[in-house]
């Protein structure tokens, strides 16, 4: 009973301190289809050469401008539609391990859509030192919660059922002693 416990209470730990990002948005209205997203990052310790990578779709963002990014991050924007249908990205790339996520980390868009623009899908990716990309470390969505936090409450919910279903109680279970119920509790 403690392994079945203990694995899966290792891995919700191991796996909320990886897919942990949460890149949450404000919107600002600056008249004529402008708006500015700043966002808010957390959950996260950047390491040198990883990079926050968040997309803007061709169909609904004309133009990237006035990009601003933390201390100890490299920002590059790169357009939408630049080549014609890709993806436009305000990329972030960490020059110091442990930089500091109070930002500020912002970018003004033309937005081509009706009503105000909405969340956009984020990557974080690892570089090596000649800048080639090694592969993606996590992605979401900005402004909705983690994958990991639903996993990790359907791990809580499975755990509870199976310690329900073999009789134990959050501390033990009940002793039943010559068919008389006690208020003690064995432990295992």
Do not use: C
């Not at 040198?48 to 004309?62: H, S």
């Amino acid at each position: 009973m403690r392994i079945l416990f203990s694995v899966p209470l290792w891995a919700g730990f191991f796996a909320s301190s990886l897919a942990g990002i949460t890149v949450d948005f404000q919107i600002s209205n600056l008249g004529s289809n402008s708006f500015r997203y700043t966002y808010l990052v957390s959950g996260y310790s950047f390491l040198t050469n990883q990079e926050l990578d968040i997309r803007f779709n061709p169909a609904l963002y004309g133009s990237l401008s006035n990009g601003v990014a933390g201390s100890g991050f490299n920002l590059v924007l790169l357009q939408p539609n630049n080549p014609p249908g890709a993806f436009g990205d305000y990329s972030a790339l960490a020059l110091v391990d442990n930089p500091s996520l109070a930002g500020p980390f912002r970018v003004d868009v033309t937005f081509l859509g009706s009503g105000q623009p909405g969340s956009q899908p984020f990557f974080v990716n690892q570089f090596d030192a000649s800048h080639n990309l090694v592969g993606q470390i996590a992605s979401g969505v900005t402004g909705l919660p983690e994958p990991a936090s639903f996993w990790l409450a359907g791990l809580g919910a499975l755990l509870m059922l199976a310690r329900r279903r073999s009789g134990n109680h959050a501390f033990g279970r009940l002793i039943r002693r010559n068919g008389k119920q006690e208020d003690a509790f064995e432990f295992r």
